[in-house]
């Protein structure tokens, strides 16, 4: 289901802690000035900063779930990127009050007697929280770890009391990620868990479809390079919550035609990773162009990221 639409998700915070956690991470520990309890979280779920540049990103909690009063996230200094690292390494210290919206989930943890976790540089913030849940029920699991150099890799000292489940290797050592070894394979009652760039996600994707293994749980942070697939046409839109038509030409968004037309609808990252917009459908068959979604969640074809999604039939009626 969809995060209702129009809702207020924000919440004021300041930065309690600030802390060099690797080679270009930072590590913030956010509370309410107050103290009282931020909303709960699962693991999986992430968090959008709203930047005080205009600028939003999304950061995975990679906390406690159990500690109501702060939230933590990690985040990777990228001197090439759009400028919301550079911004939160250079503007965000203790004592900052920032903007917030979430948490949301579609990283989620699901029941497994046993998981395989694999992880690439600052992709281990989601599965970290995992990993300790997962611990905690007695579940077996492992993780796969790799990254530029050790001194890269966040959160290692952590990890360590996990002992040989935990397999750090770093590239400059070790080179690519021996998928194969980690994997093996397919067994029943096992969960694959993936986080990390996008040249591992495609690997581990395309891995587990040669072996044989279910499709695995990924979490992306830019979008597959195949997601947009097929040219794009016009369509129309029924906002079933008014009975109002929208014509959607070829050149636009679903996102952007609703909003002209004064739609409060909630939206961040405009690539279809995020998972901010998505959105329910009523009727119709959505064109799936997010790097969000399951292969079952597109076959089900109930729900669709309209910041980047199209309609397959001339009409979809969405639940806005």
Not at 261 to 282: F, K, N, R, W
């Amino acid at each position: 289901m969809s995060v209702s639409q129009g809702s207020d998700l924000s919440h004021a915070v300041v930065v309690a802690e600030r802390r060099d956690e690797a080679e270009d991470v930072v590590t913030l520990t956010l509370r309410r000035a107050d103290g009282s309890a931020l909303p709960p979280w699962l693991p999986g779920a992430h968090v959008d900063l709203v930047l005080g540049n205009g600028l939003e990103r999304q950061y995975s909690l990679c906390g406690d779930p159990s500690d109501a009063g702060s939230w933590r996230v990690a985040v990777l200094r990228e001197p090439d990127g759009r400028g919301g690292s550079e911004y939160v390494h250079t503007q965000l210290s203790v004592g900052t009050r920032v903007s917030v919206r979430g948490p949301r989930n579609h990283f989620e943890l699901l029941s497994a007697e046993r998981y395989l976790f694999i992880a690439g540089g600052i992709g281990i913030t989601p599965i970290l929280p995992m990993i300790a849940a997962v611990e905690a029920s007695g579940a077996q699991w492992s993780l796969l770890y790799g990254g530029r150099s050790r001194s890269s890799m966040a959160f290692v000292d952590e990890l360590a009391r996990y002992g040989d489940r935990v397999v750090l290797r770093p590239q400059d050592r070790h080179g690519l990620l021996d998928l194969a070894a980690h994997l093996g394979a397919p067994r029943p009652g096992t969960r694959i868990y993936c986080c990390g760039p996008g040249g591992l996600l495609d690997a581990v994707e395309a891995h587990c479809r040669t072996a044989g293994w279910p499709e695995p749980h990924v979490e992306r942070f830019q979008p597959k390079a195949d997601a947009a697939t097929g040219a794009a046409r016009r369509f129309e839109i029924e906002l079933s919550r008014t009975g109002r038509t929208l014509d959607v030409p070829a050149d636009a968004s679903i996102l952007d035609v609703v909003r002209a037309a004064g739609v409060p609808v909630l939206y961040s990252c405009t690539e279809g990773t995020c998972g901010t917009c998505e959105t329910d459908v009523l009727d119709g068959v959505p064109d799936h162009r997010d790097s969000v979604l399951t292969g079952a969640e597109r076959a089900a074809g109930d729900t669709m990221m309209i910041c980047v999604s199209r309609a397959r039939t001339d009409r979809l009626v969405l639940d806005l």
